[in-house]
């Protein structure tokens, strides 16, 4: 017997053109013990796995880096960049995407499929969590785990906020790339805005929402105290050294202390299961002022 998911509101009927997958939405109905579930998003993963049902899972997209059991399963592609095809191809009983899942075609085939799919909402704050928890087991049919994981997740995140509080919070950039000798930083609305809020500590980028290139001039007047970014080991980007001799950077605060931090992105910005963790980790970095 199917049922809907219980706290979940389904969308209202989309009239015209091709829409993104709205956080929360409901399409069908998942079925009580089905087997054969795609996560995708890094976080939905992990939730899924926190909550003792990774052996429902029949394949995770390319960010579900984390437990190192999600390694194992077939890999679907990146979340932003799903082929319909891909994720339909292992059969499964149900997907289970985190908002911005895309791109918004792809994401439409999938909701005209005979496959049940969740819409997870993503919001970069300890509720956020905690509602990607709620949801996550309501559509496992596991909330009464859920509920007892939420507790104990809350509870951590909160410690690890009051913790991190101080009367003079650090100045940090978040740097996600160097294009064309332009640093790409984050505004705010962002994943790292959130996690260096938690951390006690402050974007000095809030003039806009979102990823955007800055100029030289910007960066300078930010006056970072330290440069935040994600570890890329094994993969492209710039060494630290490149990065404090940016004509951008070499004049900060940041810059002349040779204050850089970098964390593995999944971990840092996923928010899930991890986050006190991560929050209490990047914490005690900035206290120490540099990585």
């Given at each position: 017997m199917?049922?809907?998911?219980?706290?979940?509101?389904l969308a209202?009927?989309?009239a015209?053109?091709?829409?993104?997958?709205?956080?929360?939405?409901?399409?069908?109905?998942?079925?009580r013990?089905?087997?054969r579930?795609?996560?995708?998003?890094?976080?939905?993963t992990?939730i899924v796995?926190?909550l003792?049902e990774g052996d429902?899972?029949?394949?995770?997209d390319?960010?579900?880096?984390?437990?190192?059991?999600a390694?194992?399963?077939?890999?679907v592609?990146?979340?932003?960049q799903?082929?319909p095809e891909?994720?339909?191809?292992?059969?499964?009983?149900?997907?289970?995407?985190?908002?911005?899942?895309g791109p918004?075609e792809a994401?439409?085939?999938l909701?005209?499929?005979?496959v049940?799919?969740?819409?997870?909402?993503?919001?970069?704050?300890?509720?956020?969590?905690?509602?990607?928890?709620?949801?996550?087991?309501?559509?496992l049919?596991?909330?009464g785990?859920?509920a007892?994981?939420?507790?104990?997740v809350g509870?951590d995140?909160?410690a690890?906020?009051?913790a991190?509080?101080?009367?003079?919070?650090?100045?940090?950039l978040?740097v996600?790339?160097?294009q064309?000798?332009?640093i790409?930083?984050?505004?705010s609305?962002?994943a790292?805005?959130?996690?260096?809020?938690m951390?006690g500590?402050?974007?000095?980028?809030?003039?806009?929402?979102?990823?955007?290139q800055?100029s030289?001039?910007?960066?300078i007047?930010?006056?970072?105290?330290?440069v935040?970014?994600?570890?890329r080991?094994?993969?492209?980007g710039v060494?630290?050294?490149?990065?404090l001799?940016?004509?951008?950077i070499v004049?900060?605060?940041?810059?002349e202390?040779?204050a850089?931090?970098?964390?593995?992105?999944?971990?840092l910005?996923?928010?899930?299961?991890?986050?006190?963790?991560?929050?209490?980790?990047l914490a005690?970095?900035l206290?120490?002022g540099a990585?």
């Amino acid at each position: 017997m199917k049922t809907t998911i219980g706290g979940i509101i389904l969308a209202v009927a989309l009239a015209g053109g091709i829409a993104p997958l709205q956080a929360g939405e409901v399409t069908g109905s998942i079925e009580r013990g089905g087997d054969r579930i795609v996560a995708i998003g890094g976080s939905v993963t992990e939730i899924v796995y926190a909550l003792g049902e990774g052996d429902r899972l029949v394949a995770r997209d390319s960010t579900s880096m984390w437990p190192e059991a999600a390694g194992g399963l077939p890999d679907v592609g990146y979340m932003r960049q799903l082929s319909p095809e891909g994720v339909l191809s292992v059969d499964p009983s149900a997907i289970i995407a985190l908002e911005g899942s895309g791109p918004p075609e792809a994401m439409d085939v999938l909701r005209k499929a005979s496959v049940p799919l969740v819409s997870v909402p993503e919001r970069f704050d300890r509720e956020g969590i905690l509602d990607k928890i709620r949801i996550v087991g309501a559509a496992l049919g596991a909330e009464g785990r859920a509920a007892e994981l939420a507790e104990e997740v809350g509870r951590d995140v909160a410690a690890a906020e009051a913790a991190a509080r101080t009367d003079a919070p650090p100045r940090v950039l978040f740097v996600l790339s160097l294009q064309g000798g332009k640093i790409l930083a984050s505004g705010s609305g962002t994943a790292a805005d959130g996690i260096i809020a938690m951390a006690g500590a402050r974007n000095v980028i809030s003039a806009f929402a979102g990823y955007r290139q800055l100029s030289d001039e910007a960066v300078i007047e930010a006056r970072p105290d330290v440069v935040l970014m994600m570890d890329r080991t094994g993969g492209p980007g710039v060494d630290d050294a490149a990065l404090l001799a940016h004509p951008a950077i070499v004049s900060t605060p940041a810059g002349e202390r040779g204050a850089v931090i970098r964390m593995d992105g999944s971990y840092l910005l996923g928010f899930g299961p991890r986050t006190a963790a991560a929050v209490r980790d990047l914490a005690s970095r900035l206290a120490g002022g540099a990585g």
